[in-house]
């Protein structure tokens, strides 16, 4: 009797870990292109009531500092190939953590720092294709 009320929930569990690891969300920096200035970011999410993976490429239109200050043109953006933006909400603490992707039709806005001094590079979507429906 022990063995089946064990077995049940841990049988379930492994089932469900692999399609929980495969419908991660959030953004990947892929490549980086020095000819074009364009960077390749897949993008990991529930879009149109399913879960999809779609790749983007973007260029910088400009950063803005945690003063305001901002810089304008392809190259003023920092990102790393291999980095990965999850969104990681914070609406209490100003001082928390904040880390928001935005985006915004043929913009791609991210958001890094607090509320209170926070970073901000913005990029123009170059294209944007569906890479698999269903994420795999």
């Known amino acids: 009797m ?73 190259e003023a953006c920092g990102l790393r190939v291999g980095q990965f933006f999850r969104f990681k909400p914070n609406l209490l603490d100003p001082n928390a953590p904040l880390l928001n992707v935005d985006d915004l039709g043929d913009t791609l806005l991210i958001t890094e720092g607090t509320v209170n001094r926070n970073t901000k590079q913005v990029f123009r979507i170059v294209s944007e294709e569906l890479v698999s429906p269903t994420g795999r």
Request: with cysteine; aromatic share 14%.
């Open 2 to 74: 022990y063995t089946r009320v064990i077995a049940g929930p841990i049988a379930l569990c492994l089932l469900t870990l692999p399609t929980r690891a495969a419908q991660r969300k959030g953004y990947r920096v892929t490549a980086y292109n020095g000819d074009t200035q364009e960077w390749t970011i897949i993008n990991y999410g529930t879009f149109d009531s399913g879960y999809q993976v779609k790749k983007l490429v973007v260029q910088c239109k400009w950063f803005e500092d945690t003063d305001g200050s901002q810089t304008y043109g392809p």
